[in-house]
């Protein structure tokens, strides 16, 4: 019988249908989970009631409610610290429209036996139709990334936290997600992190570990065709992406940079409407990345 003892971290805002589904298929998992932590942005749909009332029912479900919406980012860094004051030995962590499969966390646990020590284990992002997901793409790993591709375990670099398993130590050496970000690229910046301090361990995707993120429509992320209520967040894709790039040395700077260039191009030459707003946008976030320089909160042993 396994013992360890897994925890799992959500972030919700304003999807309380969504939340319930989430909920519900975390308590029919098949491995069952030692605490469910809800981090509430803030919400103002009924949340906060009814998170209330399955934690009086339940006291394995922990929720804390933030008093201002500080993203996604801030949600996690919250959530993660609570699974630190626990003693469980794994963090799975997801967003509410995140739908596991009732054996996602088992598979986790169980490919968990048979690798080597890892710095963490994403699941196979799915979206409503069975096809893949295309907003969760891993980075696969070059090199040896097919050590394991007969047991569909394939090792990658980074990841979407869309069912990230990640252990206690690990967490405990990196450190938390930075609160700063507030949207858009934490998870590739924390994934990021955790695969360059922990050279010595490997990160693999378990293709048998299958979630369907449930988004209206199944499309990558693009300022150029957009909707214009989603445009004001793209400042913060490209100013995080740029920290992110900027850390990893001039190359991959640069490269940035000129993908970003290239955008404002696309985006003139496209059909799209405020232009003008969208490479404002655009613009004002990447040279916002050139300054930004966000705390990374470590681990008080």
């Not at 969504?18 to 519900?24: N, R």
């Not at 998870?187 to 449930?214: C, M, P, W």
């Amino acid at each position: 019988m396994n013992t360890n003892k897994v925890c799992a971290v959500v972030v919700t805002y304003n999807k309380i249908d969504l939340l319930k589904e989430c909920i519900s298929r975390l308590e029919k998992q098949t491995f069952l989970l030692n605490h469910l932590i809800v981090v509430d942005n803030a919400s103002t749909d009924g949340t906060g009631d009814y998170l209330d009332q399955i934690s009086k029912s339940n006291s394995s479900v922990i929720p804390i409610y933030l008093l201002n919406n500080i993203g996604g980012a801030g949600g996690f860094n919250a959530g993660i610290k609570k699974f630190l004051e626990t003693d469980d030995d794994f963090v799975v962590i997801l967003d509410d429209d995140s739908l596991l499969d009732f054996s996602c966390i088992e598979s986790l646990v169980l490919a968990a036996s048979k690798l080597p020590k890892f710095g963490f284990l994403c699941s196979n992002v799915r979206w409503k139709d069975n096809t893949a997901c295309l907003m969760n793409v891993p980075k696969v790993s070059e090199g040896k990334w097919s050590d394991y591709i007969e047991d569909g375990i394939v090792k990658v670099d980074t990841c979407s936290f869309v069912s990230v398993f990640i252990p206690r130590d690990v967490v405990k050496k990196v450190g938390l997600p930075i609160t700063d970000f507030f949207i858009w690229g934490d998870d590739l910046e924390y994934t990021g992190r955790i695969n360059s301090q922990f050279k010595e361990r490997e990160n693999y995707l378990v293709a048998s570990s299958k979630v369907t993120h449930a988004m209206t429509h199944n499309i990558n992320v693009d300022i150029v065709s957009d909707s214009e209520d989603r445009l004001q967040r793209y400042y913060y894709r490209y100013r995080n992406l740029n920290f992110v790039n900027r850390r990893q040395g001039l190359k991959a700077s640069t490269k940035y940079v000129l993908k970003s260039v290239l955008t404002i191009f696309k985006i003139l030459k496209s059909n799209a409407h405020h232009k003008g707003r969208r490479c404002g946008i655009l613009i004002r976030g990447m040279l916002s990345g050139f300054i930004f320089n966000p705390k990374i909160e470590v681990i008080d042993s």
